[in-house]
Protein backbone atom coordinates (compact mmCIF):
# COMPACT_ATOMS: atom_id res chain seq x y z
CA UNK A 1 0.00 0.00 0.00
CA UNK A 2 1.01 4.03 -0.63
CA UNK A 3 0.24 6.48 1.82
CA UNK A 4 -1.26 9.84 -1.02
CA UNK A 5 -2.45 12.86 -0.15
CA UNK A 6 -4.94 14.46 -2.78
CA UNK A 7 -7.54 17.19 -2.71
CA UNK A 8 -10.09 16.65 -4.27
CA UNK A 9 -12.46 19.08 -4.88
CA UNK A 10 -11.46 21.67 -2.04
CA UNK A 11 -11.28 18.36 0.32
CA UNK A 12 -7.99 16.89 1.33
CA UNK A 13 -8.29 13.37 1.36
CA UNK A 14 -4.95 11.09 2.94
CA UNK A 15 -5.46 7.35 2.15
CA UNK A 16 -3.56 4.33 1.70
CA UNK A 17 -4.38 2.77 -1.96
CA UNK A 18 -2.93 -0.35 -3.68
CA UNK A 19 -0.02 1.43 -6.29
CA UNK A 20 -2.45 -0.23 -8.90
CA UNK A 21 -5.71 1.63 -7.75
CA UNK A 22 -6.86 4.09 -10.85
CA UNK A 23 -7.36 7.28 -10.31
CA UNK A 24 -11.55 7.02 -11.22
CA UNK A 25 -12.26 4.00 -8.59
CA UNK A 26 -10.31 5.75 -5.91
CA UNK A 27 -12.22 9.19 -6.56
CA UNK A 28 -15.47 6.74 -7.03
CA UNK A 29 -15.50 3.40 -5.00
CA UNK A 30 -13.11 5.52 -1.70
CA UNK A 31 -14.28 9.15 -1.22
CA UNK A 32 -17.77 8.77 -2.80
CA UNK A 33 -17.25 10.78 -5.89
CA UNK A 34 -19.40 9.09 -8.12
CA UNK A 35 -20.19 12.28 -10.19
CA UNK A 36 -16.99 10.91 -12.18
CA UNK A 37 -18.32 8.12 -14.06
CA UNK A 38 -16.51 4.91 -16.42
CA UNK A 39 -17.08 4.77 -19.48
CA UNK A 40 -15.53 2.63 -22.08
CA UNK A 41 -12.85 1.51 -19.37
CA UNK A 42 -9.93 1.55 -22.07
CA UNK A 43 -8.92 5.63 -21.88
CA UNK A 44 -10.97 6.36 -25.54
CA UNK A 45 -13.62 7.91 -24.08
CA UNK A 46 -13.61 10.59 -21.59
CA UNK A 47 -16.32 10.14 -19.63
CA UNK A 48 -13.87 9.89 -16.63
CA UNK A 49 -12.46 13.21 -17.20
CA UNK A 50 -11.72 15.49 -14.34
CA UNK A 51 -9.18 18.42 -13.84
CA UNK A 52 -6.44 17.33 -12.33
CA UNK A 53 -3.20 20.07 -11.15
CA UNK A 54 -0.04 19.80 -13.02
CA UNK A 55 3.65 19.88 -11.72
CA UNK A 56 3.12 24.04 -11.94
CA UNK A 57 -0.18 23.57 -10.49
CA UNK A 58 -2.26 24.39 -13.69
CA UNK A 59 -5.44 22.47 -13.58
CA UNK A 60 -5.97 20.44 -16.61
CA UNK A 61 -7.98 18.00 -17.96
CA UNK A 62 -7.17 14.01 -17.91
CA UNK A 63 -8.44 10.89 -17.78
CA UNK A 64 -9.11 9.62 -14.72
CA UNK A 65 -9.10 6.03 -15.52
CA UNK A 66 -5.62 6.70 -17.57
CA UNK A 67 -4.04 7.99 -14.13
CA UNK A 68 -2.90 6.04 -11.34
CA UNK A 69 -4.50 7.20 -8.02
CA UNK A 70 -0.20 6.98 -6.77
CA UNK A 71 0.48 9.56 -9.67
CA UNK A 72 -2.56 12.30 -8.25
CA UNK A 73 -0.36 12.50 -4.98
CA UNK A 74 -0.18 15.89 -3.58
CA UNK A 75 -2.16 17.33 -6.84
CA UNK A 76 -5.60 19.11 -6.68
CA UNK A 77 -8.21 17.66 -8.85
CA UNK A 78 -11.84 19.03 -9.06
CA UNK A 79 -14.43 16.18 -10.15
CA UNK A 80 -17.99 17.55 -11.60
CA UNK A 81 -19.10 17.42 -7.78
CA UNK A 82 -16.81 20.32 -7.09
CA UNK A 83 -17.69 22.33 -10.22
CA UNK A 84 -20.37 24.34 -8.81
CA UNK A 85 -19.74 27.37 -6.80
CA UNK A 86 -19.88 28.03 -2.95
CA UNK A 87 -22.93 29.99 -3.50
CA UNK A 88 -24.76 26.97 -5.25
CA UNK A 89 -24.68 28.72 -8.80
CA UNK A 90 -23.73 26.19 -11.90
CA UNK A 91 -21.16 26.69 -13.62
CA UNK A 92 -21.74 28.68 -16.99
CA UNK A 93 -20.74 25.80 -18.69
CA UNK A 94 -23.03 23.15 -16.50
CA UNK A 95 -25.62 26.02 -16.95
CA UNK A 96 -25.24 26.29 -20.73
CA UNK A 97 -25.56 22.27 -21.10
CA UNK A 98 -28.67 22.11 -19.14
CA UNK A 99 -30.18 25.71 -21.36
CA UNK A 100 -28.91 24.21 -24.44
CA UNK A 101 -30.29 20.22 -23.70
CA UNK A 102 -26.79 19.77 -24.27
CA UNK A 103 -27.33 15.61 -23.22
CA UNK A 104 -29.37 12.99 -24.22
CA UNK A 105 -28.70 9.64 -22.06
CA UNK A 106 -26.51 11.74 -19.78
CA UNK A 107 -23.75 9.75 -19.15
CA UNK A 108 -20.92 11.45 -21.35
CA UNK A 109 -21.99 14.99 -19.51
CA UNK A 110 -19.65 14.73 -16.26
CA UNK A 111 -16.54 14.37 -18.63
CA UNK A 112 -17.53 16.39 -21.45
CA UNK A 113 -18.29 19.31 -18.90
CA UNK A 114 -14.64 18.60 -18.09
CA UNK A 115 -13.52 18.70 -21.28
CA UNK A 116 -15.41 21.55 -22.11
CA UNK A 117 -14.12 23.83 -18.90
CA UNK A 118 -10.45 22.86 -19.65
CA UNK A 119 -11.07 23.57 -23.49
CA UNK A 120 -12.46 27.08 -22.41
CA UNK A 121 -9.70 27.05 -19.65
CA UNK A 122 -6.89 27.65 -22.05
CA UNK A 123 -9.36 29.34 -25.33
CA UNK A 124 -12.08 31.55 -23.82
CA UNK A 125 -13.08 32.17 -27.72
CA UNK A 126 -12.68 29.08 -29.44
CA UNK A 127 -14.58 28.17 -33.39
CA UNK A 128 -17.06 25.75 -33.32
CA UNK A 129 -14.04 23.28 -35.11
CA UNK A 130 -11.86 24.18 -32.11
CA UNK A 131 -15.04 23.23 -29.91
CA UNK A 132 -15.34 19.75 -31.92
CA UNK A 133 -11.21 19.71 -31.83
CA UNK A 134 -11.38 20.08 -28.11
CA UNK A 135 -13.63 17.80 -27.58
CA UNK A 136 -12.18 15.47 -29.64
CA UNK A 137 -11.65 12.70 -26.48
CA UNK A 138 -14.79 12.75 -25.32
CA UNK A 139 -17.42 10.32 -27.19
CA UNK A 140 -21.22 11.03 -26.73
CA UNK A 141 -22.53 8.04 -27.92
CA UNK A 142 -26.20 9.02 -28.37
CA UNK A 143 -24.37 11.45 -31.14
CA UNK A 144 -25.45 14.24 -29.64
CA UNK A 145 -22.62 16.48 -30.54
CA UNK A 146 -24.52 19.57 -32.24
CA UNK A 147 -25.98 21.05 -28.79
CA UNK A 148 -22.82 20.04 -26.93
CA UNK A 149 -21.00 22.16 -29.54
CA UNK A 150 -24.02 24.72 -29.11
CA UNK A 151 -24.12 24.84 -25.08
CA UNK A 152 -19.75 25.22 -25.23
CA UNK A 153 -20.53 28.15 -27.53
CA UNK A 154 -23.14 29.71 -25.26
CA UNK A 155 -20.89 29.13 -22.10
CA UNK A 156 -17.75 30.31 -23.68
CA UNK A 157 -19.75 33.81 -25.02
CA UNK A 158 -21.01 34.08 -21.47
CA UNK A 159 -17.80 33.53 -19.77
CA UNK A 160 -16.43 36.68 -21.95
CA UNK A 161 -19.62 38.57 -21.19
CA UNK A 162 -18.84 38.03 -17.30
CA UNK A 163 -15.30 38.84 -17.75
CA UNK A 164 -14.55 35.81 -15.98
CA UNK A 165 -12.17 32.59 -16.99
CA UNK A 166 -13.44 29.29 -17.26
CA UNK A 167 -11.40 27.45 -13.96
CA UNK A 168 -13.22 26.83 -11.42
CA UNK A 169 -13.28 28.87 -8.46
CA UNK A 170 -12.17 27.83 -5.72
CA UNK A 171 -13.51 24.61 -4.46
CA UNK A 172 -16.35 24.48 -1.90
CA UNK A 173 -16.37 21.95 1.17
CA UNK A 174 -20.11 21.68 0.62
CA UNK A 175 -19.75 20.65 -2.80
CA UNK A 176 -21.32 16.98 -3.18
CA UNK A 177 -23.58 18.15 0.54
CA UNK A 178 -27.00 19.06 1.57
CA UNK A 179 -26.25 22.80 -0.65
CA UNK A 180 -25.34 21.92 -3.94
CA UNK A 181 -28.48 22.32 -6.39
CA UNK A 182 -29.07 18.67 -7.34
CA UNK A 183 -28.65 17.59 -3.78
CA UNK A 184 -32.68 16.46 -3.48
CA UNK A 185 -33.54 15.02 -0.55
CA UNK A 186 -32.09 16.33 3.12
CA UNK A 187 -29.45 13.98 3.60
CA UNK A 188 -30.90 12.40 6.88
CA UNK A 189 -33.99 11.42 4.57
CA UNK A 190 -31.74 9.96 1.57
CA UNK A 191 -32.16 5.91 2.57
CA UNK A 192 -29.06 4.26 3.05
CA UNK A 193 -29.13 2.08 0.19
CA UNK A 194 -28.86 4.77 -2.30
CA UNK A 195 -25.50 6.26 -0.42
CA UNK A 196 -22.84 5.17 -2.70
CA UNK A 197 -20.91 3.42 -0.25
CA UNK A 198 -16.51 1.79 -1.41
CA UNK A 199 -17.16 -1.61 -3.17
CA UNK A 200 -15.34 -3.83 -0.68
CA UNK B 1 -10.19 -4.39 -16.63
CA UNK B 2 -7.51 -3.75 -12.94
CA UNK B 3 -4.03 -3.71 -13.57
CA UNK B 4 -2.48 -6.51 -11.73
CA UNK B 5 -0.84 -5.92 -8.25
CA UNK B 6 2.67 -4.30 -8.62
CA UNK B 7 4.92 -2.62 -6.21
CA UNK B 8 5.40 1.42 -6.84
CA UNK B 9 8.05 3.66 -6.36
CA UNK B 10 8.89 7.23 -7.15
CA UNK B 11 12.21 8.14 -6.59
CA UNK B 12 13.73 11.46 -6.08
CA UNK B 13 16.85 11.46 -8.43
CA UNK B 14 17.70 9.80 -11.84
CA UNK B 15 20.16 7.66 -10.14
CA UNK B 16 17.63 6.28 -7.39
CA UNK B 17 15.65 5.17 -10.31
CA UNK B 18 18.66 3.34 -12.35
CA UNK B 19 19.00 1.50 -9.22
CA UNK B 20 15.34 -0.08 -9.18
CA UNK B 21 15.74 0.34 -13.29
CA UNK B 22 17.82 -2.82 -12.19
CA UNK B 23 15.71 -5.24 -12.39
CA UNK B 24 14.80 -6.15 -15.38
CA UNK B 25 11.10 -6.90 -14.47
CA UNK B 26 11.13 -2.93 -13.15
CA UNK B 27 9.03 -0.48 -15.76
CA UNK B 28 9.12 3.27 -16.00
CA UNK B 29 6.01 5.01 -15.75
CA UNK B 30 6.46 8.64 -17.50
CA UNK B 31 2.82 9.81 -18.15
CA UNK B 32 1.47 6.51 -18.16
CA UNK B 33 -1.06 7.25 -21.49
CA UNK B 34 0.52 3.76 -23.29
CA UNK B 35 1.47 1.71 -20.41
CA UNK B 36 -1.79 2.69 -18.12
CA UNK B 37 -4.06 1.38 -20.84
CA UNK B 38 -1.51 -1.98 -21.12
CA UNK B 39 -1.46 -2.36 -17.47
CA UNK B 40 -4.91 -2.90 -17.22
CA UNK B 41 -5.19 -5.19 -20.31
CA UNK B 42 -2.31 -7.06 -18.37
CA UNK B 43 -0.73 -6.71 -21.19
CA UNK B 44 1.96 -5.62 -19.41
CA UNK B 45 2.73 -7.04 -16.09
CA UNK B 46 6.03 -5.56 -14.46
CA UNK B 47 6.77 -6.13 -10.46
CA UNK B 48 7.71 -2.76 -10.00
CA UNK B 49 6.63 0.68 -11.69
CA UNK B 50 9.48 3.52 -11.19
CA UNK B 51 7.09 6.70 -11.38
CA UNK B 52 9.55 9.55 -12.86
CA UNK B 53 6.41 11.86 -11.94
CA UNK B 54 9.27 13.55 -9.29
CA UNK B 55 12.27 14.40 -11.21
CA UNK B 56 11.53 18.03 -12.06
CA UNK B 57 14.86 17.99 -13.87
CA UNK B 58 13.61 16.06 -16.96
CA UNK B 59 10.79 18.25 -17.57
CA UNK B 60 11.27 21.30 -19.61
CA UNK B 61 12.77 22.55 -23.19
CA UNK B 62 16.50 24.32 -23.27
CA UNK B 63 18.72 25.71 -26.23
CA UNK B 64 21.90 23.96 -25.90
CA UNK B 65 24.58 25.86 -28.59
CA UNK B 66 22.60 25.32 -32.05
CA UNK B 67 20.10 22.16 -30.22
CA UNK B 68 17.09 21.86 -28.63
CA UNK B 69 17.39 19.63 -25.88
CA UNK B 70 13.82 18.23 -24.44
CA UNK B 71 12.98 16.71 -21.10
CA UNK B 72 12.44 13.16 -21.81
CA UNK B 73 9.56 13.60 -18.86
CA UNK B 74 8.32 17.37 -20.92
CA UNK B 75 4.26 16.37 -21.68
CA UNK B 76 3.28 17.05 -25.26
CA UNK B 77 1.34 19.87 -23.73
CA UNK B 78 4.04 21.77 -22.39
CA UNK B 79 5.82 20.79 -26.20
CA UNK B 80 2.89 22.43 -27.70
CA UNK B 81 3.51 25.65 -25.57
CA UNK B 82 7.14 25.80 -25.75
CA UNK B 83 8.30 28.97 -27.92
CA UNK B 84 11.49 27.54 -29.00
CA UNK B 85 9.71 24.32 -30.35
CA UNK B 86 7.56 26.19 -32.54
CA UNK B 87 10.85 28.35 -33.37
CA UNK B 88 13.32 25.61 -34.24
CA UNK B 89 11.45 22.46 -34.50
CA UNK B 90 8.03 23.27 -36.30
CA UNK B 91 7.57 19.56 -37.30
CA UNK B 92 7.68 18.13 -33.96
CA UNK B 93 5.29 21.12 -33.16
CA UNK B 94 2.66 20.05 -35.84
CA UNK B 95 3.31 15.90 -34.98
CA UNK B 96 2.30 16.27 -31.42
CA UNK B 97 -1.02 18.55 -31.99
CA UNK B 98 -2.11 15.66 -33.69
CA UNK B 99 -0.83 13.10 -30.73
CA UNK B 100 -4.08 11.67 -28.70
CA UNK B 101 -6.34 14.24 -27.60
CA UNK B 102 -6.03 17.46 -25.04
CA UNK B 103 -6.10 14.92 -21.84
CA UNK B 104 -3.41 12.45 -23.26
CA UNK B 105 -1.12 15.64 -24.25
CA UNK B 106 -1.56 16.80 -20.66
CA UNK B 107 0.24 13.77 -18.91
CA UNK B 108 1.71 12.24 -22.20
CA UNK B 109 5.64 12.52 -22.33
CA UNK B 110 8.04 12.78 -25.22
CA UNK B 111 10.52 10.31 -23.47
CA UNK B 112 7.35 7.88 -22.99
CA UNK B 113 6.85 7.72 -26.52
CA UNK B 114 10.08 7.35 -27.84
CA UNK B 115 10.79 4.54 -25.35
CA UNK B 116 7.69 3.27 -25.82
CA UNK B 117 8.74 3.00 -29.54
CA UNK B 118 5.24 2.01 -30.64
CA UNK B 119 5.54 1.62 -34.70
CA UNK B 120 2.36 3.99 -35.29
CA UNK B 121 3.68 6.35 -32.87
CA UNK B 122 4.10 9.77 -34.29
CA UNK B 123 7.52 11.02 -32.81
CA UNK B 124 9.75 8.13 -33.32
CA UNK B 125 9.35 8.80 -37.07
CA UNK B 126 9.35 12.78 -36.41
CA UNK B 127 12.68 11.90 -33.99
CA UNK B 128 14.19 10.24 -36.94
CA UNK B 129 13.33 12.61 -39.79
CA UNK B 130 14.83 15.28 -37.65
CA UNK B 131 17.74 13.56 -37.22
CA UNK B 132 17.79 13.46 -33.15
CA UNK B 133 19.75 12.54 -30.56
CA UNK B 134 18.66 10.19 -27.51
CA UNK B 135 20.18 10.78 -24.56
CA UNK B 136 20.92 7.95 -22.21
CA UNK B 137 22.07 7.31 -18.51
CA UNK B 138 22.97 4.23 -16.98
CA UNK B 139 25.08 3.04 -13.43
CA UNK B 140 28.02 3.28 -16.32
CA UNK B 141 27.28 6.54 -17.19
CA UNK B 142 25.95 8.55 -19.77
CA UNK B 143 25.90 8.25 -23.81
CA UNK B 144 24.41 9.42 -27.10
CA UNK B 145 22.11 7.08 -29.33
CA UNK B 146 21.20 8.30 -32.36
CA UNK B 147 17.64 7.67 -33.45
CA UNK B 148 18.70 5.88 -36.13
CA UNK B 149 19.77 3.29 -33.62
CA UNK B 150 17.57 4.11 -31.28
CA UNK B 151 14.67 1.67 -32.49
CA UNK B 152 15.14 -1.81 -32.54
CA UNK B 153 12.31 -3.40 -33.45
CA UNK B 154 8.64 -3.67 -32.22
CA UNK B 155 8.19 -1.41 -29.42
CA UNK B 156 11.84 -2.33 -28.58
CA UNK B 157 14.28 0.33 -28.35
CA UNK B 158 18.31 0.68 -27.92
CA UNK B 159 17.73 1.01 -24.35
CA UNK B 160 19.48 -2.15 -21.98
CA UNK B 161 17.57 -2.54 -18.49
CA UNK B 162 18.80 -0.01 -15.52
CA UNK B 163 19.33 2.43 -18.56
CA UNK B 164 16.81 5.11 -18.67
CA UNK B 165 15.92 7.82 -21.43
CA UNK B 166 16.67 11.44 -19.58
CA UNK B 167 16.21 13.97 -22.95
CA UNK B 168 16.39 14.38 -26.98
CA UNK B 169 18.08 16.38 -28.26
CA UNK B 170 17.60 18.18 -31.56
CA UNK B 171 19.78 19.70 -34.10
CA UNK B 172 18.39 23.22 -35.01
CA UNK B 173 15.69 21.92 -37.96
CA UNK B 174 13.34 23.47 -40.68
CA UNK B 175 10.73 20.90 -41.26
CA UNK B 176 7.09 19.70 -42.02
CA UNK B 177 4.50 17.26 -41.16
CA UNK B 178 3.32 13.67 -39.62
CA UNK B 179 0.42 11.26 -39.50
CA UNK B 180 -0.10 7.50 -37.65
CA UNK B 181 -1.97 4.75 -40.31
CA UNK B 182 1.27 5.93 -41.84
CA UNK B 183 2.87 8.72 -41.35
CA UNK B 184 5.69 10.63 -43.08
CA UNK B 185 8.28 12.99 -41.80
CA UNK B 186 10.15 15.19 -44.59
CA UNK B 187 12.49 17.32 -44.38
CA UNK B 188 13.99 19.25 -47.27
CA UNK B 189 16.73 22.01 -48.14
CA UNK B 190 16.73 23.80 -50.94
CA UNK B 191 19.59 24.87 -53.06
CA UNK B 192 18.47 27.75 -55.98
CA UNK B 193 15.78 25.35 -56.79
CA UNK B 194 17.36 22.18 -56.53
CA UNK B 195 17.07 20.09 -53.96
CA UNK B 196 20.46 19.95 -51.82
CA UNK B 197 19.41 17.08 -49.24
CA UNK B 198 16.39 15.26 -48.23
CA UNK B 199 15.52 13.38 -45.48
CA UNK B 200 12.12 11.18 -45.46
CA UNK B 201 11.08 8.94 -42.43
CA UNK B 202 8.26 6.47 -42.60
CA UNK B 203 6.09 5.82 -39.60
CA UNK B 204 4.06 2.50 -39.04
CA UNK B 205 5.82 0.71 -42.80
CA UNK B 206 8.26 -1.35 -40.58
CA UNK B 207 8.15 -2.61 -36.88
CA UNK B 208 10.75 0.49 -36.91
CA UNK B 209 10.49 3.95 -38.12
CA UNK B 210 12.43 3.88 -41.67
CA UNK B 211 14.06 5.85 -44.04
CA UNK B 212 12.52 6.04 -47.50
CA UNK B 213 16.06 5.91 -49.12
CA UNK B 214 14.73 5.40 -52.71
CA UNK B 215 13.33 8.69 -52.53
CA UNK B 216 16.25 10.16 -50.58
CA UNK B 217 18.38 8.72 -53.45
CA UNK B 218 15.76 10.32 -56.54
CA UNK B 219 15.91 13.50 -54.90
CA UNK B 220 18.58 14.69 -53.75
CA UNK B 221 20.40 17.27 -56.63
CA UNK B 222 17.17 16.76 -58.24
CA UNK B 223 14.97 20.00 -59.80
CA UNK B 224 12.53 20.94 -56.79
CA UNK B 225 9.94 20.48 -59.35
CA UNK B 226 6.83 18.25 -59.55
CA UNK B 227 7.99 17.02 -62.22
CA UNK B 228 11.10 15.11 -60.55
CA UNK B 229 9.15 14.62 -56.73
CA UNK B 230 6.03 12.61 -58.41
CA UNK B 231 8.03 9.58 -59.91
CA UNK B 232 10.16 9.91 -57.31
CA UNK B 233 7.40 9.33 -54.48
CA UNK B 234 6.38 6.27 -56.21
CA UNK B 235 9.14 4.67 -55.04
CA UNK B 236 8.52 5.65 -50.80
CA UNK B 237 7.22 1.91 -49.77
CA UNK B 238 10.73 0.13 -51.70
CA UNK B 239 11.80 -1.87 -49.20
CA UNK B 240 9.60 -1.62 -46.57
CA UNK B 241 6.97 -4.20 -44.70
CA UNK B 242 4.07 -2.18 -43.77
CA UNK B 243 1.53 -4.81 -41.52
CA UNK B 244 -1.30 -6.18 -43.02
CA UNK B 245 -4.30 -5.72 -40.11
CA UNK B 246 -7.51 -4.54 -39.50
CA UNK B 247 -6.80 -0.97 -39.72
CA UNK B 248 -5.35 -1.00 -43.22
CA UNK B 249 -3.79 -3.71 -45.64
CA UNK B 250 -0.49 -3.55 -46.45
CA UNK B 251 -1.24 -2.82 -49.97
CA UNK B 252 -3.19 0.02 -48.90
CA UNK B 253 -0.27 1.49 -46.04
CA UNK B 254 2.11 1.26 -49.31
CA UNK B 255 -0.16 3.35 -50.92
CA UNK B 256 -0.54 5.97 -48.40
CA UNK B 257 3.42 5.85 -48.34
CA UNK B 258 3.79 7.07 -51.49
CA UNK B 259 0.55 9.60 -51.61
CA UNK B 260 1.68 11.27 -48.64
CA UNK B 261 5.24 10.94 -49.22
CA UNK B 262 3.97 13.31 -52.04
CA UNK B 263 2.45 15.98 -49.91
CA UNK B 264 5.12 15.71 -47.28
CA UNK B 265 7.93 16.70 -49.51
CA UNK B 266 5.52 19.03 -51.75
CA UNK B 267 4.51 20.94 -48.63
CA UNK B 268 8.10 21.12 -47.57
CA UNK B 269 9.43 22.76 -50.24
CA UNK B 270 6.24 25.22 -50.84
CA UNK B 271 6.49 26.40 -47.05
CA UNK B 272 8.75 25.13 -44.69
CA UNK B 273 12.27 25.53 -46.47
CA UNK B 274 14.67 27.54 -44.87
CA UNK B 275 16.65 28.45 -47.69
CA UNK B 276 19.22 30.64 -45.93
Known sequence: MARISITVDGVRYDDDVEPRTLLVYHLREQLGKVGTVVGCDTSNCGACTVLMSDPDGRLVGVKSCAVLAVQADGRQVVTIEGLAGPDNTLHPVQKAFHERHALQCGFCTPGMIMAAVDLLTDNPDPSDAQIREGLEGNLCRCTGYQNIVRAVRDAARDLREAGRSAAPAAPTPLAGEDETPDSGLPREQVPDEVIPQPVP | ?276
Open chain 2, 1 to 276: MIPAAVEYTRPSTVDAAIEVLADEDAKVLAGGQSLIPLLRLRLSAPTVLVDLGALADLRGVRQDGDDLVIGAMTTYDAILRDPLVGRYAPLLAAATQTVGDRQVRHLGTIGGSLAHADPAGDLPAVSLALDATMEVTGASGTRSVPATEFFVDYLTTALAPGELLTAVRVPNNRVAQGWALVGVAALCRRDNGNIADIRVALANMAPTPVRATAVETALTGAQAHHTAIIPACDRAAEGTSPADDLSASAGYRRHLACVLTKRAITGCIAGYVDET
